[in-house]
């Protein structure tokens, strides 16, 4: 199941400056977009969300971009401190009878370094 | 805030016998989830379930998987007879209205060895 791809494994960036992940989905029957990050020996936690009909989304220091026309959304977070680093999913749902159901990426493991 | 919390943090099996997972999702959600990340894999959906009945599955979720909430508090998860393909992180969820775009609270996960 190829949906929702995140085809770097692995993001490493200096404190303080921008970590861009990214995430390319096939299926363009997707209506809503999420974000979660994963530290060691913890479940995912939601970090943000975009539905289909936006193109950006922003909370605090993380923003979203989603450009349908490509079928690809990317993770913003400016400044990255090195409590950011985490695995990364991104997450892909459909509207309607989904229930929950989440489509993940493989996920990127981002290294912040002080 | 609020927590999923998962027991036991670690299971492992024989191939063949029957495990239970056990979460206690947060207390005023309504929907439920089971997940599972195999090493090296995705995280993939496995089961959803609301008021008692199941909600969507996926193809993972054979005859062999069965939830169940046997009280107010506790959701469970069973596989019937283990393979070796079973082990894996499972992962509890629960959310409040079950609509797409609603986050999911994740528990810290159960990792099966089958063996």
């Known amino acids: 199941d190829q949906q929702v791809k995140q085809n770097s494994p692995s993001l490493s960036v200096q404190e303080g400056r921008i970590s861009i992940l990214n995430c390319d989905y096939t299926?363009?029957?997707?209506?809503?977009f999420l974000w979660y990050k994963k530290y060691p020996a913890e479940g995912p936690t939601f970090l943000i969300s975009?539905?289909?009909?936006?193109d950006k989304n922003e909370d605090g220091r993380f923003t979203v971009f989603l450009n349908k026309s490509a079928k690809h959304l990317s993770l913003h977070i400016v400044p990255s401190q090195p409590g950011d680093s985490a695995v990364y999913f991104c997450?892909?749902?459909?509207?309607?009878?989904?229930?929950?159901?989440?489509?993940f990426g493989q996920g990127t493991i981002l290294t912040v370094h002080p | 805030e609020p927590e999923v919390t998962q027991t036991p943090s670690h299971q492992v099996t024989q191939m063949g016998q029957e495990v239970i997972l056990r979460c206690v999702p947060i207390?005023?959600?309504?929907?439920f989830y089971w997940y599972r990340q195999i090493l090296g894999q995705k995280v993939e959906f496995l089961v959803s379930?609301?008021?008692?009945?199941?909600?969507?599955k996926s193809e993972i979720f054979d005859d062999q998987f069965s939830v169940e909430r046997p009280d107010g508090s506790n959701f469970t998860l069973k596989i019937r007879s283990t393979k070796l393909e079973d082990s894996a992180m499972y992962f509890c969820?629960?959310?409040?209205?079950?609509?797409?775009?609603?986050?999911?609270?994740f528990g810290s996960g159960t990792q099966l060895s089958v063996l």
């Open positions: 969820a629960s959310s409040v209205m079950g609509l797409a775009n609603e986050k999911l609270f």
């Open positions: 299926n363009s029957m997707f209506d809503y």
């Open positions: 975009i539905s289909s009909i936006k």
């Open positions: 997450a892909a749902a459909r509207d309607g009878t989904s229930y929950g159901k989440l489509t």
């Open positions: 207390s005023n959600h309504l929907y």
């Open positions: 379930f609301y008021n008692n009945e199941i909600s969507e």
